[in-house]
């Protein structure tokens, strides 16, 4: 899995992206991040990526040319593989979301700044437009971490085991289950007598019971109506 990021700070994002499991997954070649700074496709003479906006008002604008230039010169004209810019003004993105982008063999994305992108990168370059919340970051880099480590957490391989994502939360609809431990019992807070029976049967169904009663009790808006009434004891 190949992501291209295209940034105005790309060394933003190196600290996370050389830790932990991301490290890795480079690292046996699971997976490829490549950060390109949009300002080497700048002609200007000060490398200016930005300019006031057509019609007033405060901010800058990230301009057109060195965008299109950096992308297309990167991934060819037209782009090869999705163009996603990073945005609050996109589509909400969900477990569904980060299945959906993981069957993809390259993902390019695009992290604005400022007051955002010029309407031309949006309607003649970017094919998908992303948000991670109804709120405003400083710019796109956080936005493209979370896509990129959510992606690569579906990537086979990344995470070791190869059902290591599948009763993650969200990713069966459901919050997951509770986790405990070594010690079984700390502070008199006892492992829950279930988990320590050896009975895979029954660890199953308390796992799918709790999940399901965490569900209803924090994000009731993800279940159906079935769901919705299931009691619990």
């Not at 309607?123 to 493209?144: F, K, M, P, Q, R």
């Not at 994000?219 to 109506?225: Q, Y």
Request: charge should be neutral; glycine fraction near 8%; charged fraction near 25%.
């Amino acid at each position: 899995m190949r992501f291209d990021v295209f940034s105005l700070f790309p060394e933003s994002l190196l600290p996370y992206l050389k830790s932990s499991i991301l490290k890795r997954a480079a690292q046996q070649g699971l997976i490829e991040v490549r950060l390109h700074n949009i300002r080497h496709w700048a002609t200007n003479r000060h490398r200016m990526t930005d300019d006031v906006p057509y019609g007033g008002g405060s901010g800058m604008v990230m301009k057109p040319e060195p965008i299109f230039a950096a992308v297309e010169g990167v991934l060819g004209t037209p782009p090869n593989g999705p163009v996603i810019l990073m945005t609050p003004q996109g589509r909400p993105f969900t477990q569904r979301v980060a299945a959906e982008l993981a069957q993809h063999p390259r993902l390019a994305l695009l992290c604005g700044h400022y007051e955002g992108v010029d309407e031309r990168v949006r309607a003649h370059l970017v094919t998908d437009e992303i948000s991670i919340g109804d709120y405003v970051l400083t710019g796109g880099e956080l936005a493209a971490l979370v896509v990129i480590d959510a992606v690569s957490r579906l990537t086979p391989g990344v995470l070791g085991a190869e059902d290591g994502a599948q009763n993650d939360s969200h990713a069966t609809g459901l919050l997951e289950y509770p986790h405990y431990t070594r010690p079984a019992e700390f502070r008199s807070w006892r492992v829950p007598d279930v988990l320590l029976s050896g009975n895979h049967a029954r660890i199953a169904h308390w796992r799918q019971e709790q999940a399901l009663k965490r569900t209803r009790e924090r994000r009731p808006d993800l279940l159906d109506e079935s769901q919705q009434q299931t009691t619990y004891k």
